[in-house]
Every structure is written in structure tokens, then in C-alpha cells.
T-cell receptor, first 116, second 109 residues
Framework: GAVVSQHPSWVICKSGTSVKIECRSL??????MFWYRQFPKQSLMLMAT?????????EQGVEKDKFLINHASLTLSTLTVTSAHPEDSSFYIC????????????FGEGSWLTVV | GQNIDQPTEMTATEGAIVQINCTYQ??????LFWYQQHAGEAPTFLSY????GLEEKGRFSSFLSRSKGYSYLLLKELQMKDSASYLC??????????FGKGTRLHILP
């Protein structure tokens, strides 16, 4: 079964609205989780590091006010895409693991976001 | 900076062998992953190399040379279902994984 679970798998939202994606670690406590974005026919691009109990660390070029990350517990990180635009349509995927999970990195199932 | 290079596309024939190369220059190195990704799906784990050498797992093998910043993924007895993108990724500090752009592998009958 899934070790890292992501929800929803598919979401369609209207331009200007916000959408939240959840990432849960099921078998271990994750002080750190990672969020990636993947545009069609491109590779995964690291967006940010989600830190439990503190602010997320964003990669260069990623707008922190647009992609809000909250990591309020050791098993849940959320990514909120605010004021979504069609160009935000993408595949978003989280990962967690490392030393706390037998030195293995697990990915969530991914979330397809379409902004219309 | 982080730089991971792999060929954009490769084509091979069913039943044959193909080797996908990956070179990397990263600030920190704690291991190298290979993932397979079919269109529209999440990546699936293939291999993880930390030490130099070859690791074999069924039809797939992965090789790492840390001194050369080089890895390859070897796929034997290719099947049509192996048509996918193959992602080389390096684990750097703090469990971050940085991905290469991926290699799209096309298998011909």
C-alpha cells in the first residue's frame, strides 16, 4: 500500500480560486516533505521544502505567496495554489522519507491540477 | 548549482538491451536514483545507488561511479511496456532529490 498518500488525484478549478493539495506520510513521521511540479513532457522540478512547525523553504523562482505550504503536523503537508491561473495547470507531487523511513524516499501518487 | 544530464530521447527494439547514461554535478551527493515514469502517472522507483559499482535487479541494472559523476541504467530483454520516461535523480543534502530532465525511451516491435 501507499506509504505517502496525496489527495486529490485530480482537481479542476476556476481561474482566480484557490485549491489545496494534501500530502500525508502513512507509516512514518516526516519533519520534512518536498513538493515538485511537472509540466507535460518535462521533468520534476523541486518547488519547495516543507518543514514541520516552521516556514517552508522555496526554490529560486517559486512564488511563496502563490504556493502556500503548511506543515502543521508530522504526517501532513498541504500545498495551496492561490489565485490559480491556467498556467498553473500542472502535475504536482510530493515526496517524503529519507533517514526516518529506512533511508528510502517515497512519492505520493501526484495531483493533476487543471485551471479553467 | 545542480546539473544532471541525460539524453532526451532514445529508441530501442523489443528484446534488445539499452543503456541510459546520466552525468551529474551537484553540491552534495548522498545517492542516485533511477525512476520510471509512464505518461500521466507518478514516478516509480527502480534503483538507488550509494556506493560505486553495479546493482542488478531482474532485467534492470544500475551503475554508479562517484568519482566520475556518472551513472547508467541498463535495461535488458526490452518489452513494449518499458516505453516510458526514465528519470535520473540525485539525493543531495537534507533528503532533497534533484531530477534530471528525463529520457523518453521508445520501444519498437
Amino acid at each position: 500500500g501507499a506509504v505517502v498518500s496525496q489527495h486529490p488525484s485530480w482537481v479542476i478549478c476556476k481561474s482566480g480560486t484557490s485549491v489545496k493539495i494534501e500530502c500525508r506520510s502513512l507509516d512514518f513521521q516526516a519533519t520534512t516533505m518536498f513538493w515538485y511540479r511537472q509540466f507535460p513532457k518535462q521533468s520534476l522540478m523541486l518547488m519547495a521544502t516543507s518543514n514541520e512547525g516552521s516556514k517552508a523553504t522555496y526554490e529560486q523562482g517559486v512564488e511563496k505567496d502563490k504556493f502556500l505550504i503548511n506543515h502543521a503536523s508530522l504526517t501532513l503537508s498541504t500545498l495551496t495554489v492561490t489565485s490559480a491561473h491556467p498556467e498553473d495547470s500542472s502535475f504536482y507531487i510530493c515526496s517524503a522519507g529519507g533517514t526516518v523511513a529506512g533511508n528510502t524516499i517515497y512519492f505520493g501518487e501526484g495531483s493533476w491540477l487543471t485551471v479553467v | 548549482g545542480q546539473n544532471i544530464d541525460q539524453p532526451t530521447e532514445m529508441t530501442a527494439t523489443e528484446g534488445a538491451i539499452v543503456q541510459i547514461n546520466c552525468t551529474y554535478q551537484t553540491s552534495g551527493f548522498n545517492g542516485l536514483f533511477w525512476y520510471q515514469q509512464h505518461a500521466g502517472e507518478a514516478p516509480t522507483f527502480l534503483s538507488y545507488n550509494v556506493l560505486d559499482g553495479l546493482e542488478e535487479k531482474g532485467r534492470f541494472s544500475s551503475f554508479l561511479s562517484r568519482s566520475k559523476g556518472y551513472s547508467y541504467l541498463l535495461l535488458k530483454e526490452l518489452q513494449m511496456k518499458d516505453s516510458a520516461s526514465y528519470l535520473c535523480a540525485v539525493r543531495v543534502a537534507d533528503d532533497k532529490i534533484i531530477f534530471g530532465k528525463g529520457t523518453r525511451l521508445h520501444i519498437l516491435p
